[in-house]
């Protein structure tokens, strides 16, 4: 029999339905007569604040199942390293199907046993879920204020296209959710205890049957549950009204989500292909709709930070070729202020790829101009912290020149250019990389004259550090190490060419001085082939670019790892280490990540592909 928390979880079981109903009928058959196609996409409210979902869900399914970690698991080396580990997966099953048998018999009045045997194993899922149709979405169509309620109640839509599941779906709900209500109220009847169970309804609006589950919790935010079937198309709501608007607009009514010009320009900048994950929140209405609940000093500090600037975001995820790609857009129309402003530099075309080795093991580059930062940063200063302190802050910056010989911004920053880079390439013997850090110079003279005031500075108050020069190539190449130093070379820079250039050791730097005989990064073809994923060349404009050379850094270190992997895996997974799979196994899966971003006057984009 039932005790009360048993009770208590048929209630779970109804309000649930919807994430696990297609599962349960999934051994039944399929008679669904196709109908025209329902899209929530054009039947949402033209006005909804925020929208998620996939518009093809099985081109996402085959995206996913062609991913690099699903062809990593297809490797028989992999399979049979991996092999005591899906032994366990086993025992947990069958563990798992025993325990729901001894705990709760009854969910097979409702569920065939066949039935949760395939929920209970996560293998099973994927053939479940390749059953669904094209669309599923979440609309939040607005938030509502609720007397006695602290905190709005969400509006929300939801929409899932059961595909072939549609009719076993809405025949099973018919027959087994005012059946599940009759045992719960038999079972509390026996007991001797009275329960607040749902009540069911059914309606008819334009022709479609609409069926309501209303609870006491829910009428007391105003509302009650609406599901109803168009066709395979499962849609479903808590507030009527709205419900309501979205069946009759269907595919035929205007105002819809679909005419709303704002939704449409950030589904035209984000990566729609089919089966892409999409998102998007309509910021400017969100925090209209949210002002109540702020205060004056953080709606304050909501504008001095520049936040409300931002008109929407859009986000999605696409698989693609062996790995998956991002993209994130702020709607963000110039003017900007504050720190808005401050993560909105120029986009700017980036020298690095073309100063950075053919092959080499990763490049970040940033573009931005050193002295506009301080000057928006002095901006919030003043903002936040008022006049006084913004004017205190400039007297320390100008009395510090008395203490260095230089003014920090005036001479220092405004000498620096707009682009800093960091590359690297892996040692081909050791374990020094040979990296550089590159910084543009705007006016190469005065850095000059402040490095060589620093390294004069530095000999005559700092004995223990060594600062020693050699000629190379009419170049002045300085060499710094200090007593306590850590590493095994020391720290080598010069200018070059209105660049500061930075490397470990002599002999790199000199690499980078002698220039790319062999090529540049920007000819690299898997540079190239990473880029393109991302619709970026070499000469595109960028704010920011983060690349690294992730099969390379995977065979080098698992090459490095693999003898001492034996004595650090743990014996209870029962892994074999002699039959670790080859490195070429693994690798040949792993692509090499970007990530690229952008500004423009209308907003900022982040790019990003995966490593998988």
């Given at each position: 029999?039932?005790?009360?928390?048993?009770?208590?979880?048929?209630?779970?079981?109804?309000?649930?339905?919807?994430?696990?109903?297609?599962?349960?009928?999934?051994?039944?058959?399929?008679?669904?007569?196709?109908?025209?196609?329902?899209?929530?996409?054009?039947?949402?409210?033209?006005?909804?604040?925020?929208?998620?979902?996939?518009s093809?869900?099985?081109?996402?399914?085959?995206?996913?199942?062609?991913?690099?970690?699903?062809?990593?698991?297809?490797?028989?080396?992999?399979r049979?390293?991996?092999?005591?580990m899906?032994?366990n997966?086993?025992?947990?099953?069958?563990?798992?199907?025993?325990?729901?048998?001894?705990?709760?018999?009854?969910?097979?009045?409702?569920?065939?046993?066949?039935?949760?045997?395939?929920l209970?194993?996560?293998?099973?899922?994927m053939?479940?879920?390749?059953?669904?149709?094209?669309?599923?979405?979440?609309?939040?169509?607005?938030?509502?204020?609720?007397?006695?309620?602290?905190?709005?109640?969400?509006?929300?839509?939801?929409?899932?296209?059961?595909?072939?599941?549609?009719?076993?779906?809405?025949?099973?709900?018919?027959?087994?959710?005012?059946?599940?209500?009759?045992?719960?109220?038999?079972?509390?009847?026996?007991?001797?205890?009275?329960?607040?169970?749902?009540?069911?309804?059914?309606?008819?609006?334009?022709?479609?049957?609409?069926?309501?589950?209303?609870?006491?919790?829910?009428?007391?935010?105003?509302?009650?549950?609406?599901?109803?079937?168009?066709?395979?198309?499962?849609?479903?709501?808590m507030?009527?009204?709205?419900?309501?608007?979205?069946?009759?607009?269907?595919?035929?009514?205007?105002?819809?989500?679909?005419?709303?010009?704002r939704?449409?320009?950030?589904?035209?900048?984000?990566?729609?292909?089919?089966?892409?994950?999409?998102?998007?929140?309509?910021?400017?209405?969100?925090?209209?709709?949210?002002?109540?609940?702020?205060?004056?000093?953080?709606?304050?500090e909501?504008k001095?930070?520049?936040?409300?600037?931002?008109?929407?975001?859009?986000?999605?995820?696409?698989?693609?070729?062996?790995?998956?790609?991002?993209?994130?857009?702020?709607?963000?129309?110039?003017?900007r202020?504050?720190?808005?402003?401050?993560i909105?530099?120029?986009?700017?075309t980036?020298?690095?790829?073309s100063?950075?080795?053919?092959?080499?093991?990763?490049?970040v580059?940033?573009?931005?101009?050193?002295?506009?930062?301080?000057?928006?940063?002095?901006?919030?200063?003043?903002?936040?912290?008022?006049?006084?302190?913004?004017?205190?802050?400039?007297?320390?910056?100008?009395?510090?020149?008395?203490?260095?010989?230089?003014?920090?911004?005036?001479?220092?920053?405004a000498?620096?250019?707009?682009?800093?880079?960091?590359?690297?390439?892996?040692?081909?013997?050791?374990?020094?990389?040979?990296?550089?850090?590159?910084?543009?110079?705007?006016?190469?003279?005065?850095?000059?004259?402040?490095?060589?005031?620093?390294?004069d500075?530095?000999?005559?108050?700092?004995?223990?550090?060594?600062?020693?020069?050699?000629?190379?190539?009419?170049?002045?190449l300085?060499?710094?190490?200090?007593?306590?130093?850590?590493?095994?070379?020391?720290?080598?820079?010069?200018?070059?060419?209105?660049?500061?250039?930075?490397?470990?050791?002599?002999?790199?730097?000199?690499?980078?001085?002698?220039?790319?005989?062999?090529?540049?990064?920007?000819?690299?073809?898997?540079?190239?082939?990473?880029?393109?994923?991302?619709?970026f060349?070499?000469?595109?404009?960028?704010?920011?670019?983060?690349?690294?050379?992730?099969?390379?850094?995977?065979?080098?270190?698992?090459?490095?790892?693999?003898?001492?992997l034996?004595?650090?895996?743990?014996?209870?997974?029962?892994?074999?280490?002699?039959?670790?799979?080859?490195?070429?196994?693994?690798?040949?899966?792993?692509?090499?990540?970007?990530?690229?971003?952008?500004?423009?006057?209308?907003?900022?984009?982040?790019?990003?592909?995966?490593?998988?």
């Amino acid at each position: 029999m039932l005790n009360r928390a048993r009770i208590g979880s048929v209630v779970t079981l109804v309000a649930g339905f919807l994430a696990w109903a297609p599962m349960a009928v999934a051994n039944e058959g399929n008679d669904t007569e196709k109908t025209q196609r329902f899209s929530l996409e054009r039947a949402a409210p033209a006005n909804a604040l925020a929208v998620i979902g996939v518009s093809d869900f099985p081109a996402m399914l085959g995206g996913l199942k062609q991913s690099a970690i699903a062809n990593l698991l297809k490797e028989d080396e992999v399979r049979q390293f991996l092999a005591p580990m899906f032994e366990n997966l086993d025992t947990w099953v069958a563990e798992a199907r025993r325990e729901i048998r001894r705990e709760a018999d009854e969910i097979e009045r409702f569920v065939d046993s066949a039935t949760i045997d395939r929920l209970v194993d996560p293998r099973e899922w994927m053939e479940i879920l390749e059953g669904l149709g094209g669309e599923v979405l979440v609309v939040l169509a607005d938030v509502r204020e609720v007397e006695g309620e602290r905190e709005p109640v969400p509006d929300l839509l939801i929409g899932v296209d059961l595909g072939q599941w549609g009719s076993t779906v809405q025949r099973w709900l018919d027959e087994k959710l005012p059946e599940l209500r009759r045992f719960a109220e038999e079972e509390a009847e026996h007991e001797g205890r009275t329960l607040d169970l749902p009540e069911f309804g059914t309606y008819e609006l334009a022709g479609v049957q609409v069926h309501t589950i209303s609870h006491k919790e829910l009428e007391e935010v105003g509302g009650r549950l609406h599901y109803a079937f168009m066709g395979d198309y499962l849609l479903f709501g808590m507030f009527a009204d709205t419900f309501e608007a979205a069946v009759k607009r269907g595919n035929l009514a205007k105002g819809t989500l679909l005419d709303n010009e704002r939704y449409r320009y950030l589904s035209n900048r984000l990566d729609r292909r089919p089966g892409s994950l999409f998102a998007y929140a309509d910021v400017e209405r969100i925090l209209a709709r949210s002002r109540s609940a702020r205060s004056d000093r953080e709606e304050q500090e909501l504008k001095a930070l520049g936040f409300d600037g931002v008109k929407a975001i859009g986000a999605s995820f696409s698989p693609v070729e062996g790995g998956a790609r991002w993209r994130v857009y702020a709607h963000a129309p110039t003017p900007r202020r504050g720190a808005l402003a401050l993560i909105s530099q120029p986009s700017r075309t980036l020298s690095a790829p073309s100063m950075a080795p053919a092959g080499a093991s990763f490049l970040v580059s940033l573009g931005a101009d050193p002295k506009s930062i301080f000057d928006q940063v002095m901006a919030m200063v003043r903002e936040f912290d008022g006049e006084d302190s913004y004017q205190e802050a400039l007297r320390d910056i100008d009395a510090a020149q008395e203490e260095i010989g230089f003014h920090p911004v005036n001479d220092l920053l405004a000498s620096l250019g707009d682009e800093i880079s960091f590359f690297g390439t892996l040692p081909k013997t050791g374990f020094i990389p040979d990296v550089a850090l590159v910084v543009n110079l705007r006016d190469s003279g005065k850095f000059n004259q402040i490095l060589s005031a620093l390294t004069d500075r530095v000999q005559e108050e700092a004995p223990q550090v060594s600062i020693t020069t050699l000629q190379y190539k009419g170049r002045t190449l300085y060499s710094l190490t200090a007593d306590d130093w850590e590493l095994p070379v020391p720290l080598a820079f010069t200018i070059d060419q209105n660049r500061l250039l930075v490397s470990l050791g002599m002999q790199s730097l000199k690499k980078i001085v002698n220039g790319n005989s062999a090529g540049t990064l920007a000819d690299d073809p898997q540079f190239r082939q990473a880029a393109s994923q991302l619709g970026f060349r070499p000469n595109d404009p960028a704010t920011f670019l983060y690349y690294i050379d992730a099969k390379a850094l995977f065979e080098w270190g698992y090459n490095t790892a693999v003898p001492m992997l034996g004595s650090q895996v743990p014996p209870e997974l029962g892994l074999d280490m002699a039959l670790l799979p080859m490195t070429e196994t693994l690798s040949q899966h792993i692509r090499n990540p970007m990530s690229i971003y952008r500004v423009d006057d209308q907003g900022l984009t982040i790019d990003m592909l995966s490593i998988f």
